[in-house]
Antibody
Framework: EVQLVESGGGLVQPGRSLKLSCAAS????????MAWVRQAPKKGLEWVAT????????YYPDSVKGRFTISRDNAKSSLYLQMNSLKSEDTATYYC???????????WGQGVMVTVSS | DIQMTQSPASLSASLEEIVTITCQAS??????LSWYQQKLGKSPQLLIH???SLADGVPSRFSGSRSGTQYSLKINRLQVEDTGIYYC????????FGSGTKLEIK
């Protein structure tokens, strides 16, 4: 059974940093692109980052480019999101997702809440 | 960036009714379109991928179609458990989601 379990969320002050983790199991992690998607309270879904199988290629929307860094450790079947210079608008539930061969997100974690507030 | 215009924003329908949700892409995205269902307090779940292919374990009353740059999700014989918010996602380029459709049962 595919499982994705996020951790590392919490309350953080504006301008500070936070690192999220996602532990994957039930599939060969190193064979899949992985992604982060977020959802602000009572809002829609927003793609945040994608990483290739080896980690050599990463992709971000303009809203987080230069502030967020996605990475992975295939030996540990783990995905990470380093978030720097956090802003109030980064407040959201962050989901780890597996990207299937056609680009769809076929499995999602349960999500982890990040609140950016002073 | 590719924009996905999703409609309607909300929808109320009766049990056993047929409902359709649409997404209009701002440019050609081929079949790089998927649909997701999000129930209250839960993470999204994949329903349809490659515009028309049913994801594993999804009931056959869900179906996807494409006409040019317009994509549709159809739910036949609406059930109580279909309540939730539905999103489309284009992944032809940098992924962008539609704004969501809130589906309620009358």
């Amino acid at each position: 059974e595919v499982q994705l379990v996020e951790s590392g969320g919490g309350l953080v002050q504006p301008g500070r940093s936070l690192k999220l983790s996602c532990a994957a199991s039930g599939f060969t992690f190193s064979n899949y692109y992985m992604a982060w998607v977020r959802q602000a309270p009572k809002k829609g879904l927003e793609w945040v980052a994608t990483i290739s199988t080896s980690g050599s290629r990463t992709y971000y929307p303009d809203s987080v480019k230069g502030r967020f860094t996605i990475s992975r450790d295939n030996a540990k079947s783990s995905l990470y999101l380093q978030m720097n210079s956090l802003k109030s608008e980064d407040t959201a539930t962050y989901y780890c997702a597996r990207r299937d061969w056609d680009g769809s997100f076929d499995y999602w974690g349960q999500g982890v809440m990040v609140t950016v507030s002073s | 960036d590719i924009q996905m215009t999703q409609s309607p924003a909300s929808l109320s329908a009766s049990l056993e009714e047929i409902v359709t949700i649409t997404c209009q892409a701002s440019q050609d995205i081929g079949n790089y379109l998927s649909w997701y269902q999000q129930k209250l307090g839960k993470s999204p779940q994949l329903l349809i991928h490659s515009a028309t292919s049913l994801a594993d374990g999804v009931p056959s009353r869900f179906s996807g179609s494409r006409s040019g740059t317009q994509y549709s999700l159809k739910i036949n014989r609406l059930q109580v458990e279909d309540t939730g918010i539905y999103y489309c996602l284009q992944h032809y380029s940098a992924p962008t989601f539609g704004s969501g459709t809130k589906l309620e049962i009358k």
